[in-house]
């Protein structure tokens, strides 16, 4: 019988097509006793955001049906793209997490990032849509991270009502996404994994 496995899903926001450094980061959260996946939608390009939704549905699909828990774990731009996985996937989907995510105000969004990455708009408005079907026990499984230093991405934009909050060290946007996933993975997973141990 195959070992029961935590695999932690990980999306990066904007500029995730040149900031692939971040697949090293996350791969080294095997000594935190996960498994980490990087998985990039791409933001930028043309194409249409439900073949990068769905691609990222596949991978969860792959390893809940394998028997192991799966976790996912968004960034910026990428919270709304790992919400709108677990609203379709949410029996196979342990636990979530989103660092410094955009998650309010769609419209303060420059237009030249939704032209360069229209992927990003569409899962930004899918998203308002989706948090309206959030209940108490999806959002009981979700704890976000926020930096009182994040100018880009201010507090504000990344509540949830009735989804737990950590407060980072206040730095800058960048600066507090390469934190949570280097020095403070311990503490980035560390609510994910007692979610894993808990019951679906």
């Given at each position: ?76 731009a990428g ?21 410094c995510g ?67 060290p206040a ?30």
């Amino acid at each position: 019988m195959t070992k029961t496995q935590h695999h932690v899903i990980y999306v990066p926001g904007i500029l995730d097509d040149i900031y692939h450094a971040q697949g090293l980061a996350v791969a080294g959260w095997r000594f935190h006793g996960v498994h980490g996946h990087l998985h990039e939608m791409p933001w930028k390009g043309q194409e249409g955001y439900n073949p990068k939704l769905e691609r990222l549905l596949a991978l969860i699909d792959r390893y809940a049906d394998q028997g192991h828990h799966v976790s996912l774990v968004g960034a910026s731009a990428g919270a709304g793209a790992v919400i709108n996985a677990y609203i379709e996937r949410a029996d196979k989907i342990t636990g979530l997490v989103y660092v410094c995510g955009k998650i309010n105000g769609p419209e303060t969004v420059g237009q030249r990032i939704y032209t360069e990455n229209p992927a990003f708009k569409t899962s930004l408005e899918l998203l308002q849509a989706n948090l309206m079907r959030l209940t108490s026990k999806d959002k009981a499984k979700m704890t976000s991270f926020y930096s009182p230093g994040d100018h880009s991405v201010p507090h504000t934009a990344t509540i949830i009502p009735g989804v737990r909050e950590q407060q980072l060290p206040a730095m800058g946007h960048g600066r507090s996404i390469v934190y949570s996933l280097t020095l403070g993975a311990r503490r980035l997973l560390a609510p994910l994994k007692a979610q894993a141990a808990k019951p679906l």
